[in-house]
């Protein structure tokens, strides 16, 4: 099975809580509170989140977190990004010299391709877009075929 890991799962949660409050300052408590996650769990992704600049945080008395940019602006590959580094459903998908076989290898070109679609589909998506009721299926299909026909041009 192909999955993010459960943070990354986690740090979605965390920015789409945010991005709700997006004129506001959110303290730590109040994103675990809000999110039911635990407090040192939601402290170490707004750590990482904040070192990718997706967040940022402010000290004092009424100090906390709120996005670094607009939530339309903040994709979803960003955040996975932030929290598992390149988004790569191989290694040779994301970087050349990575298996001694490369140049003998009859997939890696369908691999790309596919970890192009992968990269598209998430960069497609807004933390906007997470926030907002579910979209259709169908709005989804049309993305993705979109993004599918743009990799085969």
Known sequence: MLRVSRLT?????VMTCIAAHS?????????????????????????????AGLVES???VNGGYRLARPADTINLAEIVEAMEGPIGMTE????????????????RGSWQRINHVLDGALRAMSLADMVRPHMPATVVSVAISSLKSRTNA
């Not at 799962?9 to 949660?13: G, L, Q, R, S």
């Not at 040779?92 to 997939?107: F, K, L, M, Y």
């Open 9 to 13: 799962d986690y740090a979605a949660v």
């Open 58 to 60: 402010f000290r004092g």
């Open 92 to 107: 040779c998908g994301t970087t050349e010299g990575q298996c001694d076989r490369e140049a003998q290898c009859g997939v």
């Open 23 to 51: 004129d506001d300052v959110l303290s730590t408590a109040q994103i675990a509170s809000e999110t039911h996650l635990e407090l040192p769990t939601v402290s170490k992704l707004l750590k990482s989140l904040g070192h």
